[in-house]
C-alpha cells in the first residue's frame, strides 16, 4: 500500500511517456498537455506551443517562450523594457515596490511549499547536543529576517511544514526570539563563551540576505559563523553531498517533505529510529483522520529537537504585464501552468 498515492500523482514528474520517446526524452520531450515542445536554444530559452491533438480544452495562448534570465538586475531590466511579459518567482522582492507602482504590471504574491531554514549539521559538533540547537533557534529573530532578507514577503513557521497546509500545527512558540535564554542554554552545554561555526550560503538572495541578518543575531548569543557564499555546484559537493559545514539556509520547496527527516544520511544529519518508524508507518497509512494525526506528531518531533532553524515559509512573488490573465499566484506544485492564461484587451 501506498499512503501518498494520490500526493505522488498530482506531481509534476507523475507524466504519462510513451515507450518510443523515452531515449530522446531530455532533449525533445513528447507528453499529452496541453502544449508540445518546439525549440530549445540551450543557455538563452525554450519555446512551446499550443498542442491542436490536446484531449481538453485548448489552451487561449498559440506559444510561450521561457528565458533564462539568472541575474536580479537583469530580470528587472527585462520587464521594465517590455522584453518579457511575465517573470514567474521574480528574485528580487527589494523590486516590487517600483513594479507595484507601475500600471503596466500586476504583482501576485502567493504562498509555495518551500520552507526557509536554518540548516544544522547535527552531526558536527557542537551541533549534537539538543541544548546548542536549541539556543541557535532561540537566537533568531524570524520577522527580522523576513523583513530585512524579503522586504515582509513571508509567513513565519516552527516546523517543516507549510502554514496554509490543513494539518499545520503552528510551533513557532517552541523556540521565540529570547538571546538570554539562548545564552543561558549554551553555558549548561558548557559554550559560556560561545564558538566558531560555518554558515554556507548558496546564490538565492534569500540565503545571502538572510545570511548576513542571522550571524549578527548569532553573534549576540556568542556564536562566530563564518560565512561563505557559495555557487550551486559548490554548495552541493561541499554542504549537500559532503557534509562539510555548520549552518547553512536553504528553502525546500518540495511539497510535503517532511519525510526527508527520516534519512539519516540527508545533509542535515538527523538520526531518530522513532522518528523513521513513524514516516514508514505514514507512507502506508490510507486513513486520512490517522494521517493528520501522525503528520501533527512528526511536526512536533523535529520541532520539539530542533533539529534545524525553522525560519518563513517562501512567497511567491511573481510580476506580470497587467493585461495578461492566468497565472498562478500561489505554486502548490513545482510547475508553471500556462493552460488557463490569456491576453485580455
Request: proline share 7%; hydrophobic share 40%.
Amino acid at each position: 500500500p501506498q499512503g501518498n498515492f494520490l500526493f505522488n500523482m498530482a506531481w509534476g514528474d507523475a507524466v504519462i511517456v510513451a515507450p518510443e520517446s523515452i531515449d530522446d526524452i531530455k532533449g525533445n520531450p513528447v507528453g499529452t498537455g496541453a502544449f508540445r515542445f518546439s525549440e530549445w536554444k540551450r543557455g538563452d530559452s525554450i519555446t512551446i506551443v499550443r498542442n491542436t491533438d490536446y484531449w481538453g480544452a485548448a489552451p487561449a495562448l498559440e506559444q510561450a517562450t521561457f528565458k533564462f534570465i539568472s541575474e536580479p538586475t537583469a530580470a528587472f531590466s527585462a520587464m521594465m523594457a517590455g522584453d518579457i511579459d511575465a517573470f514567474y518567482s521574480y528574485p528580487a522582492p527589494e523590486n516590487l515596490v517600483q513594479f507595484e507602482a507601475d500600471p503596466r504590471f500586476t504583482v501576485l504574491a502567493g504562498n509555495t511549499e518551500g520552507e526557509t531554514i536554518l540548516a544544522i549539521n547535527n552531526k558536527m559538533e557542537p551541533f549534537g547536543d539538543v541544548r546548542v540547537r536549541k539556543a541557535v533557534s532561540m537566537a533568531i529573530d524570524r520577522q527580522a529576517i523576513i523583513d530585512g532578507a524579503m522586504f515582509g514577503y513571508g509567513t513565519p513557521i516552527g516546523t517543516h511544514f507549510a502554514p496554509h497546509h490543513p494539518d499545520y500545527v503552528d510551533l513557532t512558540g517552541n523556540a521565540p526570539h529570547d538571546p538570554e535564554a539562548a545564552k543561558a542554554l549554551l553555558a549548561e552545554a558548557g559554550y559560556p563563551d560561545g564558538f566558531e561555526t560555518t554558515l554556507k550560503l548558496p546564490p538565492p538572495s534569500y540565503a545571502r540576505r538572510g545570511g548576513e541578518i542571522i550571524a549578527a543575531q548569532l553573534r549576540e548569543i556568542g556564536i562566530e559563523a563564518e560565512i561563505s557564499n557559495l555557487e550551486w555546484a559548490q554548495w552541493l559537493e561541499q554542504v549537500f553531498r559532503g557534509y562539510d559545514y555548520g549552518l547553512t539556509i536553504v528553502s525546500h520547496t518540495e511539497p510535503m517533505d517532511i519525510g526527508i527527516y527520516a534519512r539519516p544520511t540527508y545533509y542535515f544529519q538527523y538520526d531518530n529510529p522513532e522518528f523513521q518508524a513513524l514516516i514508514g508507518a505514514l507512507s502506508v497509512e490510507n486513513d486520512p483522520a490517522r494521517r493528520s494525526e501522525m503528520l501533527k506528531e512528526a511536526q512536533r518531533t523535529i520541532s520539539e529537537d530542533y533539529v534545524n532553524g525553522f525560519l518563513f515559509q517562501l512567497a511567491l512573488t511573481s510580476v506580470v504585464d497587467a493585461r495578461l490573465d492566468g497565472i498562478w499566484a500561489d505554486a502548490p506544485t513545482q510547475a508553471v501552468d500556462l493552460t488557463g492564461v490569456s491576453w485580455t484587451e
